[in-house]
């Protein structure tokens, strides 16, 4: 009799997973499996697109490093181009200076005393 119970149990078992499952409510193996292989193709396409982001960045941060030195060399260019006007710009300067100082001199103008006046500190401090 405890035999028969346990075969009807499981018969029933049986039925209700059976109905269940062509309802839908309960997948198999089937499912889990199909469901692991979408799971690992979105994480393929996930990976991918990180390593696609990842190399459109150093793609970026290369072409801003190529930029960067590019600028870098016009600057230089620039500087380079206008070194002579300007080593003559101070060369005139320094001239003009020594100039003024002689013409200054031989006027009169004692130029040690200048240097020592407060108003000369005053100006020296301000600028």
Do not use: W
């Not at 793609?59 to 930029?67: F, Q």
């Not at 070194?83 to 101070?90: G, I, Q, R």
């Amino acid at each position: 009799m405890k035999k028969r119970k346990t075969i009807v149990f499981a018969a029933i078992a049986m039925a209700i997973l059976v109905t269940a499952m062509s309802m839908g409510c309960v997948e198999g193996p089937r499912g889990d499996v199909e469901d692991l292989e979408a799971m690992t193709e979105d994480l393929e396409a996930m990976e991918e697109a990180e390593q696609m982001s990842f190399d459109e960045a150093i793609a970026h941060i290369e072409a801003e490093k190529y930029e960067t030195v590019a600028g870098f060399d016009n600057s230089i260019a620039v500087i380079e181009a206008t070194k002579d006007e300007t080593a003559k710009a101070y060369d005139n300067l320094i001239d003009g200076l020594i100039e003024g100082k002689d013409d200054l001199e031989s006027r009169g103008v004692d130029i040690d005393e200048i240097r020592e006046c407060t108003q000369v500190e005053n100006i020296k401090r301000e600028f």
